[in-house]
Nanobody
């Protein structure tokens, strides 16, 4: 079974920075794309950023100037560097892995982590 575990969330003042990490565990042959989504209270989950195994990235327009996604394919880990944080960035940030393939060629279309809370105070 494949699991995603996020870390790095917490409380930060506006203008500060945080770095989130997400490690995939289990028997993994490959992961196509990994990414971060967030869900603020009372709002729908939205894409923050994603990155393919080849390094192609995609960002939500409102975050591309402040956030940077990166990935360590060898460790099946994805990172999100968040700078110049704003109170409106407060949300639970969820890690996502898309098209996960095991050594026995079992395929998981989507895997989600439990989320890590980011709180930005004004």
């Amino acid at each position: 079974q494949v699991q995603l575990v996020e870390s790095g969330g917490g409380l930060v003042q506006a203008g500060g920075s945080l770095r989130l990490s997400c490690a995939a565990s289990g028997s993994i042959r490959s992961i196509n794309a990994m990414g971060w989504y967030r869900q603020a209270p009372g709002k729908q989950r939205e894409l923050v950023a994603s990155i393919t195994s080849g390094g192609s990235t995609n960002y939500a327009d409102s975050m591309k100037e402040r956030f940077t996604i990166s990935r360590d394919n060898a460790k099946n880990t994805v990172f999100l560097q968040m700078n110049s944080l704003k109170p409106e960035d407060t949300a639970v940030y969820h890690c996502n892995a898309n098209d996960v393939v095991t050594p026995l060629l079992r395929r998981y279309r989507e895997v989600w982590g439990q989320g890590t809370l980011v709180t930005v105070s004004s």
